[in-house]
């Protein structure tokens, strides 16, 4: 076995259940809380007990808190944002098409700046 790589082993690691028994096992922690042990579990007791130590409607009413928490941020993160309106598209030209008809325009359009101005 390589050294270091394994955990401590308790050889009396002290186990406490919720109903106040205790016992004693081996195991790499030095105390081990439980729920059930054998002590307090319906199998052996041949008693109903529920386990629910946060309560099922507190945990729900949690989660809708939580949700509806969430929802309000959303709402206020939503009218944060200013609509986008339509802009148009870009002017540069997408395809060699356009570009060849810009420069087509450009070039009349330089021609006869310089038409008028000999005219002048």
Do not use: Y
């Amino acid at each position: 076995m390589k050294k270091g790589i394994h955990p401590n082993v308790n050889k009396e690691a002290i186990v406490t259940c919720v109903c106040g028994n205790k016992f004693t096992t081996i195991s790499t922690l030095p105390t081990i809380q439980v729920d059930i042990c054998s002590n307090c579990h319906p199998f052996f007791t041949g008693q109903q007990k529920f386990v629910d130590t946060e309560g099922r409607v507190d945990k729900f009413r949690k989660k809708a808190i939580q949700i509806e928490a969430t929802k309000q941020k959303h709402e206020a993160s939503k009218s944060k944002k200013v609509k986008k309106t339509e802009e148009p598209k870009s002017t540069t030209p997408l395809t060699l098409k356009e570009l060849m008809k810009q420069m087509k325009e450009e070039d009349t359009a330089v021609v006869e700046t310089e038409a008028d101005k000999e005219q002048a």
